[in-house]
T-cell receptor
């Protein structure tokens, strides 16, 4: 079945550092790919998405490119802030079901 | 306000009791979902419903039950058969069988004492 594997955390960074969270997927069809963010005690919010190969999703300084040849959707941000501290989930959707990675906890220090 | 409302936000129950978590949406979305979140395990799908009066088991349906009598509502019952019910439960909606995103509620944290 479809699955997502993402980089294990936790990840601790200083403000203005570069962030990368790796995500790879396995799917039989042509899924859409997503990054969600979860702040403490809250539900998930969509951060960005890409619906086909070579699409780049971007939002709030974060970017990820849908790479079919490497089955990857790595999340990047060039300069993180303390407010980016959260848990980040990579996900894929094929038809009705959305499958998630285990999540990566990111802590940004001032 | 359009959105997804989950209640209660926090719930404590004794072992052996059934509990029902509420999920209501006014987004007019056809599909609704229940996920369970445990530390370090990401989100796992419990049940989902594509349309009213229809629902399917997800990956971890044992010990749970749902109903979909109205488009707006998709309550989840955690039964006494669920061996480890303490978790954070998330309800989500989507517009249909497409490649669009899911929209999530704020979650309900269930603690079984």
């Amino acid at each position: 079945g479809d699955s997502v594997t993402q980089m294990e955390g936790p990840v601790t960074l200083s403000e203005e550092a570069f962030l990368t969270i790796n995500c790879t997927y396995t799917a039989t069809g042509y899924p859409s790919l997503f990054w969600y963010v979860q702040y403490p005690g809250e539900g998930l919010q969509l951060l960005l998405k890409a619906t086909k190969a070579d699409d780049k999703g971007s939002n709030k300084g974060f970017e990820a490119t849908y790479r079919k040849e490497t089955t990857s959707f790595h999340l990047e941000k060039g300069s993180v802030q303390v407010s980016d501290s959260a848990v980040y989930f990579c996900a894929l959707r094929d038809d009705y079901k959305l499958s998630f990675g285990a999540g990566t906890t990111v802590t940004v220090r001032a | 306000d359009g959105g997804i409302t989950q209640s209660p936000k926090y719930l404590f129950r004794k072992e052996g009791q059934n509990v029902t978590l509420s999920c209501e949406q006014n987004l007019n979305h056809d599909a609704m979902y229940w996920y369970r979140q445990d530390p370090g395990q990401g989100l796992r799908l419990i049940y989902y419903s594509q349309i009213v009066n229809d629902f399917q088991k997800g990956d971890i349906a044992e010990g749970y039950s749902v109903s979909r009598e109205k488009k707006e509502s998709f309550p989840l019952t955690v039964t006494s058969a669920q061996k480890n019910p303490t978790a954070f439960y998330l309800c989500a909606t989507a517009t249909g069988p497409s490649t669009g995103e899911l929209f999530f509620g704020e979650g309900s944290r269930l603690t079984v004492l």
